[in-house]
């Protein structure tokens, strides 16, 4: 059984840099072929789809946050990473990492996996 795990600050102020890290148990992210992403669900919006980054680490990332995202990971703890710069209060949400399978060349994954998510706010 796959599980996942977010953790990283509640509270970011306006300007400065997100960082979330996802703990993965039960499975490697290197495992062919899954896909592991960030998506998050601001307050009374629908979820958003941020970006991925593969079992061989290739990265990709949503139009509209690319220019702000960065996704890493470190395969020796078996985590991955969201950096999200430059936030305003527009960023606050829950923030959930998971595991999914390619549907298409370049898209959202399909997710199997959700980790519990973390609640983020942007506020001074």
């Known amino acids: 059984q796959v599980q996942l795990q977010e953790s990283g600050p509640g509270l970011v102020k306006p300007s400065q840099t997100l960082s979330l890290t996802c703990t993965v148990s039960?499975?490697?992210?290197?495992?062919?072929?899954?896909?592991w992403s960030w998506v998050r669900q601001p307050p009374g919006k629908e979820q958003e789809w941020i970006g991925y980054?593969?079992?061989?680490?290739?990265?990709y990332y949503s139009p509209s946050l690319r220019s702000r995202t960065s996704i890493s990971r470190d395969t020796t703890k078996n985590q991955f990473t969201l950096q999200l710069t430059s936030v305003t209060p527009e960023d606050t949400g829950v923030y959930y990492c998971?595991?999914?399978?390619?549907?298409?060349?370049?898209?959202?994954?399909?997710?199997?996996?959700w980790g519990q998510g973390i609640q983020v706010t942007v506020s001074s």
């Open positions: 980054i593969s079992y061989s680490g290739t990265t």
């Open positions: 039960g499975g490697s992210i290197t495992t062919d072929y899954y896909y």
């Open positions: 998971t595991r999914g399978v390619e549907i298409a060349v370049f898209t959202e994954p399909a997710h199997d996996y």
